[in-house]
């Protein structure tokens, strides 16, 4: 039975993982640009290219689009291999 259940998730946990290291990609974007997070230009290109285009286009087009390049996991790798810093989880979590 739980073999039956481990095949059933693993796709399901794939997608999740594909889907954070397109996010990551994106919150790259938006880091590097001048205002950070804030950045209005970005804000702006991402409205366009992603919500306003809505499914008019493929979701590989939209990120592309955006991006100015085709997505890939190297945001998200960079994350996954980040050290952990546990003094500043810890004084988090005591807040």
Known sequence: MHVVKLIYLLPKYYCYLYAESIAMDFLQAFKSAPDGLLDRDMSR???RTILE????????????DFLGRPPNAN??????????DLVALDQEASK
């Open 53 to 64: 285009a809505g499914s008019t286009k493929t979701a590989i087009e939209m990120c592309t």
């Open 75 to 84: 945001a998200f790798y960079e994350w996954v291999s980040s050290p952990l």
């Open 45 to 47: 290109r991402y409205r």
